[in-house]
Antibody
Framework: QVQLHLSGPGLVKPSGTLSLTCAVSGDSISSNKWWSWVRQPPGKGLEWIAEIYHSGSTNYNPSLKSRVIISVDKPKNQFSLNLTSVTAADTAVYYC?????????????WGQGTLVTVSS | DIVMTQSPDSLAVSLGERATINCKSSQNILYSSNSKNHLAWYQHKPGQPPKLLISWASTRDSGVPDRFSGSGSGTDFTLTISSLQAEDVAVYYCQQYYNTPYTFGQGTKLEIK
């Protein structure tokens, strides 16, 4: 059973960079899966951010694409999210997730989620 | 982007009664190459990650009780809980995975009447 463990700072200053890492256990980052990021601002719904395949192929939400960098670290079996130039609107619970290519990606497993607050 | 619209926004149902949540997509999410609707339903409880309930509009995920069922095709979909249990209190989201950006409905909050 796959487990996704998210780590990263819970507080980021405005205009800074939000950096999160998701460590994968119970599956290989090099398996036939897509590795995704999803967020939920307080009191709002879920927003898909981006996904990455172990080959380095990526898909991004156009609304965030200019500020998002995602990457895979195969030796460490983990993947990462960097979101630049953050504002208060980026305050959210961030989730990492695993998806099965279908075509299109069916997200079937989620990490616990972490609240990231953007504030000075 | 494909817009997913759920109705109602909130719903209160008595224990043991049926709960029905609707989801409409702004375009057809039936994929011609596999004849499948790329529609998932998730259950989201406070402090927990979302849980996949149903994929392909009507396929229950492993371990999901059979009181949960999904139906619909094309642009109109429904999640039905046949006999509401206390543990079903949650927010339910539909999501299309037909194309990127994958998009979610706004959520339906299900409560006990």
């Amino acid at each position: 059973q796959v487990q996704l463990h998210l780590s990263g700072p819970g507080l980021v200053k405005p205009s800074g960079t939000l950096s999160l890492t998701c460590a994968v256990s119970g599956d290989s980052i090099s398996s036939n899966k897509w590795w995704s990021w999803v967020r939920q601002p307080p009191g709002k719904g879920l927003e898909w951010i981006a996904e990455i395949y172990h080959s380095g192929s990526t898909n991004y939400n156009p609304s965030l694409k200019s500020r998002v960098i995602i990457s895979v670290d195969k030796p460490k079996n983990q993947f990462s999210l960097n979101l630049t130039s953050v504002t208060a609107a980026d305050t959210a619970v961030y989730y990492c997730a695993r998806g099965t290519p279908s075509p299109g990606t069916l997200i079937d497993s989620w990490g616990q989620g972490t609240l990231v607050t953007v504030s000075s | 982007d494909i817009v997913m619209t759920q109705s109602p926004d909130s719903l209160a149902v008595s224990l043991g009664e049926r709960a029905t949540i609707n989801c409409k997509s702004s375009q057809n999410i039936l994929y011609s190459s596999n004849s499948k609707n790329h529609l998932a339903w998730y259950q989201h409880k406070p402090g927990q990650p979302p849980k996949l309930l149903i994929s392909w509009a009507s396929t229950r995920d492993s371990g999901v009780p059979d009181r949960f069922s999904g139906s619909g095709s094309g642009t109109d979909f429904t999640l039905t809980i046949s006999s509401l249990q206390a543990e079903d209190v949650a927010v339910y989201y539909c999501q299309q995975y037909y194309n990127t950006p994958y998009t979610f409905g706004q959520g339906t909050k299900l409560e006990i009447k």
